[in-house]
């Protein structure tokens, strides 16, 4: 049996940033991260052995002043500056830079139309409700955009007023190029004259990887996908995984290897293992599983 790691699995490059920026600031002292870190329960898990609190945004109000909070890569509405700056809170913001100027561009979108009162304009975002980015963008408009996750969702619009689309930047670029289709479509169905501006803002570092994955996927018998169950980043790119090769199991953790295996019946001593994972997975959690397959 050969084992490999995709070498182009691993941390984003935001969430590297992040990462660096808590081990850092827990050599200074106490350290509170607002939500987990990373969307995988084992890097939090570890990260928390050397002294990270995990906090909520009920935990946020109550903190001491001067407590020290971190802000992931995900970003964080207006909001959660507002309270730290009220409660007395040091902010750490690790905000990746990508998310950053996307929130910045919907916030100059909102600010510039938000006063046109004759055809009152609507921001859409493509993406994941509920999502800690997205909760973000949501906030730069004083929650008044409309989150769509799919094509099937276009009743949530109104043909009738101004579209201004965004995209959450971990979304899928055909989905988003679906979706400017159908608007179009409707539009025209609609004989509307109104305008849309169709921002394609995905990070395309993450984007990318979907080719990458998929010509790794291929070339290996059985793949393993190491990815945390909240991400949805792995999930996405998991489905990515499967479309090229069935034989592609997702686990979270090296515990998970033995029992995910007994479901394939072939003879694993001949065969060619990929492991790899999504952007919210650590380089080190995959050499793991590489470690556990290798003793199995």
Same mark, same amino acid.
């Given at each position: ?9 691993g941390? !984003?490059?935001?969430?590297t940033?992040a990462i660096?920026?808590?081990e ?7 350290l509170?991260c ?10 939090v898990?570890?990260?928390?052995l050397?002294g ?10 109550t903190?001491p002043?001067?407590s020290r909070?971190?802000? &992931?890569?995900h ?7 507002w ?9 750490i913001d690790?905000t990746c830079?990508v998310?950053k100027k996307?929130q910045?561009?919907?916030r100059?979108c ?6 046109d009162e004759?055809?009152p304009?609507?921001?859409?975002i493509y993406g ?9 963008l ?7 955009a409309?989150v ?9 619009i ?6 201004y689309?965004?995209?959450q930047?971990?979304?899928s ?11 179009k479509l ?8 109104i305008?849309?501006?169709?921002h394609?803002?995905?990070? &395309?570092?993450?984007a ?5 994955l998929?010509?790794?996927a291929?070339?290996n ?8 169950s909240?991400s ?8 990515? !995984?499967?479309?090229?090769n ?10 998970e290897?033995v029992?995910?295996?007994s479901t394939f ?5 001949t065969?060619q293992?990929g492991?790899c994972?999504?952007?919210?997975t ?10 556990r397959l290798?003793?199995?």
């Open positions: 049996m050969v084992v490999s790691i995709d070498t182009n699995s941390f !984003c490059f935001g969430v940033r660096q920026a808590a850092s600031e827990l050599q200074k002292g106490a509170c607002l939500g987990d870190i990373v969307h995988n329960g084992q890097e898990a570890r990260l928390e050397q990270l609190q995990t906090i909520d945004y009920d935990d946020l109000r903190l002043s001067h909070v971190l802000l &992931r890569a970003g964080e509405p207006p909001a959660t500056y309270i730290a700056q009220q409660r007395g809170i040091e902010i690790a830079p998310v996307l910045d561009r919907i100059a909102y600010e510039a139309h938000r006063n004759s055809l304009p609507q921001i859409i994941q409700p509920g999502h800690a980015e997205v909760i973000g949501q906030g730069q408009t004083n929650n008044t409309i769509i996750e799919s094509v099937d969702q276009l009743d949530r109104d043909f009738a007023r101004p579209i689309l965004f995209s930047t971990t979304k670029v055909e989905g988003f190029q679906a979706l400017v289709k159908a608007i409707q539009i025209t169905n609609h004989q509307s004259p305008a849309l501006e169709a394609d803002t995905i990070c &395309r570092n993450v990318n990887r979907v080719a990458q998929q010509e790794f291929r070339a018998d059985l793949v393993i996908f190491v990815g945390g909240k949805s980043n792995a999930r996405v790119l998991y489905k990515n !995984c499967v479309e090229v069935p034989n592609t199991i997702f686990i979270s953790s090296p515990d290897v029992d995910k295996l019946h072939f003879q694993l001593s065969f293992v492991i994972g999504a952007t919210s650590p380089q080190w959690l995959m050499e793991a599983v590489s470690e290798s003793a199995f």
